[in-house]
């Protein structure tokens, strides 16, 4: 026997019907699901569905994020490095971040949480950052532009 799947039965079930009901005589009355004559070889599909109730009597709503904004922000991108006094030792270094939509200014070192980040190393023109989502850990490194660097005439 085939399997099938729910979508085919139920177009196998429409295709059957539709043929019983041409098949059927004129004067005939019309064959319900739920009473197959004898002949009928097609049976009753029933569709379970489960419904869950929440009683929310002091408890938090379980669609709101348990992370608040706090903890998101500032993201990567809003970042600019802006400058960097690096220690060769590595224990030293100071990195000078602005946010570029709050317009604050971050001074972070090495180990540093700064949303949900942190710092992992501070290079001569770049800060390392491991980035932590969902449980899973990346690096992404903030290099700095340099500013001094004039546009070509146009």
């Known amino acids: 026997m085939k399997k099938l799947t729910l979508g085919a039965a139920l177009l196998a079930l ?8 041409q098949a059927r005589p004129a004067g005939a009355a019309p064959r319900t699901a739920s009473a197959p004559a004898t002949g009928d070889t097609a049976r009753k599909v029933l569709m379970a569905r489960e419904v869950f109730a929440y009683e929310g009597g002091g408890r938090r709503d379980p669609f709101l994020s348990l992370l608040t904004s706090a903890e998101l922000r500032p993201m990567l991108i809003d970042l600019k490095l802006v400058a960097i006094a690096y220690d ?3 224990r030293n270094s100071v990195a000078v971040l602005r946010d570029l939509t709050s317009k604050q200014q971050y ?11 942190r710092v992992a190393a501070i290079r001569e023109k770049a800060v390392v950052f491991t ?5 899973y850990s990346r690096q992404e490194m903030l290099s700095m532009t340099d500013s ?4 070509p005439p146009q």
């Open 148 to 151: 001094t660097k004039t546009r």
């Open 88 to 90: 060769p030792s590595g």
């Open 107 to 117: 001074k972070v070192r090495v180990g540093q949480a700064l949303g949900r980040m």
């Open 131 to 135: 980035i932590e989502e969902f449980g």
């Open 14 to 21: 429409a295709i059957s019907g539709t043929a019983a009901a």
